[in-house]
């Protein structure tokens, strides 16, 4: 049941100001307002213990059903590739995904790959998705 304060989801991304403008816009297309929460990180889900506590707090407070996470291209926090290459984005957005539906497996968790050019590229995460 709906009440005010259900949300539908959490959303994970980087703190880098270039991309906030894309965030929104994707929000905007993809959320209602207020059915949500939004959380930031430099590196995204590279603070993957942070983020496993924050979204503890929202599965409980919230009720979510869903977790989005959100890393991006040319991210500061990883550096150059191939430490912040595709691959490693890759790499660690497969291992957040299956770490959060270990501890809540009737979690959704969808996972994105944001580029420069503000395309939001789906990781496909095979087990979790
Ligand atoms: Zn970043």
Request: charge should be negative; aromatic fraction near 10%; proline fraction near 5%.
């Amino acid at each position: 049941m709906m009440n005010d304060h259900t949300c539908e989801a959490i959303i994970i991304t980087c703190i880098d100001f270039r991309f906030q403008e894309y965030i929104n816009k994707w929000i905007a297309e993809n959320f209602r307002p207020k059915t949500f929460d939004r959380i930031a990180f430099a590196g995204g889900v590279k603070s993957l213990d942070t983020i496993l506590g924050q979204i503890e707090i929202a599965y409980r407070l919230h009720h979510i059903t869903k977790v989005i996470l959100i890393n991006h291209e040319d991210c500061g926090a990883y550096g150059d590739p191939p430490a912040g290459g595709p691959e490693k984005h890759t790499e660690d957005l497969k291992k957040a995904a299956s770490q959060i539906k270990q501890h809540y497996p009737d979690l959704a968790v969808e996972t994105y790959y944001l580029h420069l050019d503000s395309t939001f590229q789906p990781i496909s995460t095979p087990g979790v998705d």
